[in-house]
Every structure is written in structure tokens, then in C-alpha cells.
């Protein structure tokens, strides 16, 4: 069966250190992978694309790597600020599809 | 700039009593649209998307429809609500040359009772 996960326990990190969380993907082709910012009671606010022919994407404090020999993506976020503290949600489109699966999210808390 | 609107942000309904979820788009044209839920604590469901004016498909069966009568208005409905239809209703749309990032609505927060 198709799947798509994410860590469900909750990452709690120190301020100033790196976050790390982790999706993986089971009988997907995907053409891309995307991963999202939610925060409590809002939409999900997009961060980053990587295709299937990148390995590695940043923008700013972010990185996302994108194996798909794995099946996996990694999503970091470099000198964390309490402010980065939300819920991460990755996502893929599959190849020729209109539709894009969500996993359930990761929490992440930032401690001052 | 495009933004997207949903409405109402909050809603309390009896169980059995119908739905109706708004969903608008400004500053596109021919826009993918979508409805999500989102349960507490669960990642999105996609429920409806469009690809166009009057074009449905439903991902999930269930006492939900959605229709599409403008291009860029997108309606959830429902004619008897279940408790299990509670949950966090987001809208989203793409822009269908790209089709690489969705733009998500604030949402509606819907309560059956």
C-alpha cells in the first residue's frame, strides 16, 4: 500500500541547534516533494520543493534532501529560533497526478 | 497578489443539519482547487479537487460534496452532517501551468454536535 510518514513523536530541540525531521515514502513515484509550515489553528504555509532529479535545496536556514533510492527526504533547520516552533508537514505529487498526499506532520518546539 | 478566502471561520452545527463552506480565490485564473480535513493531531485528507468550472473529483465517499460554479469559487456542502464530519476544512489552490505549490485558505473549524 501506498504511504507517507513522518516521525509522530514530537522534536524538541535547543535553541541555536540544528532540527532534523525525517519523511518517508512507500509506492510513490513522485515528480516532487514538497514540505510545509503549520502553525496551531492556520493553513499550511509552503517552505520548499525538491524534484526527483535534485539531491539538495536550501533557502536560508533550510535544507531538504531528497533520496529516492531511500525513499526519503530530510528536512533541516539550521541555528533553530523559538520561532521556528510548529508543526512540519511533508508532502509528495505523483507523477502525472493532480492530487498532493500530506503525511500527518511532525511537531517541533524550540526551547530558549 | 493572489489570496484566497474561506468562510466561515468557525462553525457549530447539530448533527443532521446541512453544510455549507465557501472558498474564493482572487488574483488568478483557472486555478486547481482543493478541500482538505484535517482531524486533530492527523495530517490532511484531501476530500474534493477541481480542475475546472463544474469538474469534481471526490477522493473520499462520504455524506460530502463539493461544486465548482464559478472559476474561481469552490463550495463544500453537505445536506445531513455526522458527528464524524467534524474537523479543520482547508481550501487550497494551485496554479495549474506550475502545479508545484498550493496556497492554503485559513480554514473553517467545523463542530458537530
Known amino acids: 500500500s501506498q504511504k507517507i510518514e513522518q516521525n509522530s513523536e514530537a522534536l524538541n530541540i535547543q535553541e541555536g541547534k540544528t532540527a532534523t525531521l525525517t519523511c518517508n515514502y512507500t509506492?510513490?513515484?513522485?515528480?516532487?516533494l514538497q514540505w510545509y509550515r503549520q502553525d496551531p489553528g492556520r493553513g499550511p504555509v509552503f517552505l520548499l520543493l525538491?524534484?526527483?532529479?535534485?539531491k539538495e535545496k536550501r533557502k536560508e536556514r533550510l535544507k531538504v534532501t531528497f533520496d529516492t533510492t531511500l525513499k526519503q527526504s530530510l528536512f533541516h533547520i539550521t541555528a533553530s529560533q523559538p520561532a521556528d516552533s510548529a508543526t512540519y508537514l511533508c508532502?509528495?505529487?505523483?507523477?502525472?497526478?493532480?492530487?498532493?498526499?500530506f503525511g500527518a506532520g511532525t511537531r517541533l518546539f524550540v526551547k530558549a | 497578489s493572489q489570496t484566497i478566502h474561506q468562510w466561515p471561520a468557525t462553525l457549530v452545527q447539530p448533527v443532521g443539519s446541512p453544510l455549507s463552506l465557501e472558498c474564493t480565490v482572487e488574483?488568478?485564473?483557472?486555478?486547481?482547487l482543493y478541500w482538505y480535513r484535517q482531524a486533530a493531531g492527523r495530517g490532511l485528507q484531501l476530500l474534493f479537487y477541481?480542475?475546472?468550472?463544474?469538474?469534481i473529483s471526490s477522493e473520499v465517499p462520504q455524506n460530502l460534496s463539493a461544486s465548482r460554479p464559478q472559476d474561481r469559487q469552490f463550495i463544500l456542502s453537505s445536506k445531513k452532517l455526522l458527528l464524524s464530519d467534524s474537523g479543520f476544512y482547508l481550501c487550497?489552490?494551485?496554479?495549474?501551468?506550475?502545479?508545484?505549490?498550493?496556497?492554503f485558505g485559513p480554514g473553517t473549524r467545523l463542530t458537530v454536535l
Open positions: 509506492n510513490y513515484s513522485p515528480a516532487y
Open positions: 508532502a509528495l505529487r505523483d507523477t502525472g497526478g493532480f492530487k498532493t498526499i
Open positions: 487550497a489552490w494551485e496554479q495549474d501551468r506550475a502545479k508545484d505549490t498550493q496556497y
Open positions: 477541481s480542475v475546472g468550472i463544474g469538474q
Open positions: 525538491i524534484r526527483e532529479n535534485e
Open positions: 488574483g488568478t485564473s483557472n486555478p486547481n
